[in-house]
Nanobody, 124 residues
Framework: QVQLVESGGGLVQAGGSLRLSCAAS????????MGWFRQAPGKEREFVGG????????YYADFVKGRFTISRDNAKNTVYLQMNSLKVEDTAVYYC?????????????????WGQGTRVTVSS
């Protein structure tokens, strides 16, 4: 069982930066692949990026490549999403998710545990 708690969301102007954190409980955090997803009002939840359990591999959606960076600290049971050059269209609730082993995936069904989300609002 893994419990996830996101933090770090807020209001930021376009072009600004935010860093989201996702703190996990449980001693097996280091064995889970971690993903970040987002859901904008009226839209479906979409994959933002993910990081392999070891931290050695990351994978990003095309719309965030070069702007967002995912990292993890297994000693702290925490995964991060650094968001730079934010755009108004990045406004959404951001969720972290944990998926047990295997290949890194962008599909929602590959993740077993989800946080409650943190809201990011980017103003123009």
């Amino acid at each position: 069982q893994v419990q996830l708690v996101e933090s770090g969301g807020g209001l930021v102007q376009a072009g600004g930066s935010l860093r989201l954190s996702c703190a996990a409980s449980g001693r097996t955090f280091s064995s889970y692949n971690m993903g970040w997803f987002r859901q904008a009002p009226g839209k479906e939840r979409e994959f933002v990026g993910g990081i392999l359990w070891s931290g050695g591999v990351t994978y990003y959606a095309d719309f965030v490549k070069g702007r967002f960076t995912i990292s993890r600290d297994n000693a702290k049971n925490t995964v991060y999403l650094q968001m730079n050059s934010l755009k108004v269209e990045d406004t959404a609730v951001y969720y972290c998710a944990a998926g047990a082993g295997g290949q890194l995936s962008s599909t929602i069904n590959s993740y077993d545990y989800w946080g409650q989300g943190t809201r990011v609002t980017v103003s123009s």
